[in-house]
């Protein structure tokens, strides 16, 4: 069922340092593509998303970049804390279906 | 606003019982999808209701069901547990329209199937 491909499993980055998480999808009738963050315990929460008519969207500390060509995007997080230690999933779906298609997850670790 | 919301947190059955689940959405989302979350597997979309119709199914075998009702409250019911259910079940709402895509998620249902 997976369709979408996320790397690395995990990543270690020290403070103030930059996060990059990669995500590859097949399918070419995607056309949302959210990043959720989750903490232990806690449900996923949705932190940026981009569609495929932009290559980059950015909200604070957190960008998303997006290759339409080479099906794949990215999440990246400047200057990285230890607050943002969590797990974090790429995902796709389809406009108007909430069939979400979810990465592996990344476990972050932000060392102070 | 109040978040999604997901009863009970934690359950514990054994091999054979039935179990449900209940969400309750975001006020004004008609939308609400549920998920099972492994270790093993990941995420993995269940089903989506919306006006009280499922509209949306995954690859789930028909122990697995679901029900909303008109105030867009959703249960999920799982019948004859087997070990490899034991999962946190994930409900998430949202909108209908151009940001339906926007899901919101709960805190999750731990069960543990012994």
């Known amino acids: 069922q997976q369709q979408v491909k996320q790397s690395p499993q995990s990543l270690i980055v020290q403070k103030g340092g930059i996060s990059i998480i990669n995500c590859a999808y097949e399918?070419?009738?995607?056309?949302?593509f959210p990043w959720y963050q989750q903490f232990p315990g806690k449900g996923p929460a949705l932190l940026i998303a981009i569609r495929p008519d932009v290559s980059e969207k950015k909200e604070g500390r957190f960008t998303i970049s997006f290759n339409k060509s080479a099906k794949q995007f990215s999440l990246h997080i400047m200057d990285s804390q230890p607050g943002d230690s969590a797990t974090y999933f790429c995902?796709?779906?389809?406009?108007?279906?909430?069939?979400?298609?979810f990465g592996a997850g990344t476990r972050l670790t932000v060392k102070p | 606003k109040a978040g999604v919301t997901q009863t009970p947190r934690y359950l514990i059955k054994t091999r054979g019982q039935q179990v449900t689940l209940s969400c309750s959405p975001i006020?004004?989302?008609?939308?609400v999808s549920w998920y099972q979350q492994t270790p093993g597997q990941g995420l993995q979309f269940l089903f989506e209701y919306f006006s009280e119709t499922q509209r949306n199914k995954g690859n789930f075998p028909g122990r697995f069901s679901g029900r909303q009702f008109s105030n867009s409250r959703s249960e999920m019911n799982v019948s004859t547990l087997e070990l490899g259910d034991s999962a946190l079940y994930l409900c998430?709402?949202?909108?209908?329209?151009?940001?339906?895509?926007?899901?919101?998620f709960g805190p999750g249902t731990r069960l543990t199937v012994l």
């Open positions: 006020s004004g989302h008609r939308s």
């Open positions: 998430a709402s949202s909108l209908q329209g151009a940001w339906a895509n926007e899901q919101f």
């Open positions: 995902a796709a779906s389809i406009s108007n279906n909430n069939d979400m298609r």
């Open positions: 399918n070419t009738a995607f056309d949302y």
